[in-house]
């Protein structure tokens, strides 16, 4: 199901939003002129990253520096290891929704 998640003038470049739909936390951010939503909790320690940096595709986890790609949800730093989850996002007028699964 497609969610409006927040409108497009809120998501401005590396800033990152946190809500909750369907039982799952999702971080809306914007990265490269590009939206990105994901899952906000790292696999690491379950720390939400919702304070982490967003940088060139990428968002850290502000309490051990691990780093995602927000494309695809790899670990990108330190090496291999859990994912997290990633979603669609389309742009719908002035508003961003997040397509997340019933």
């Known amino acids: 199901m497609w969610c409006k998640i927040a409108a497009k003038e809120e998501i401005t470049e590396g ?3 946190c809500v909750n739909i369907a ?3 999702i971080l809306l951010t ?3 002129n590009t939206y990105y939503a994901c899952g906000a909790i790292c696999p690491h320690q379950g720390i939400s990253m919702e304070n982490g ?3 060139d ?3 850290t986890c502000p ?6 790609s927000l494309k695809t949800g790899e670990l990108t730093w330190p090496g291999s ?3 997290i989850p990633t979603y669609p996002v389309r742009v719908v007028g002035e508003d961003l929704e997040v ?3 019933e």
């Open 15 to 17: 800033t990152v939003k």
């Open 23 to 25: 039982d799952k936390k």
């Open 30 to 32: 914007r990265s490269d």
């Open 53 to 55: 940096l967003v940088f």
């Open 57 to 59: 595709q990428e968002i």
């Open 63 to 68: 309490e051990h520096s691990w780093v995602f």
């Open 81 to 83: 290891g859990p994912r």
């Open 99 to 101: 397509y997340v699964s």
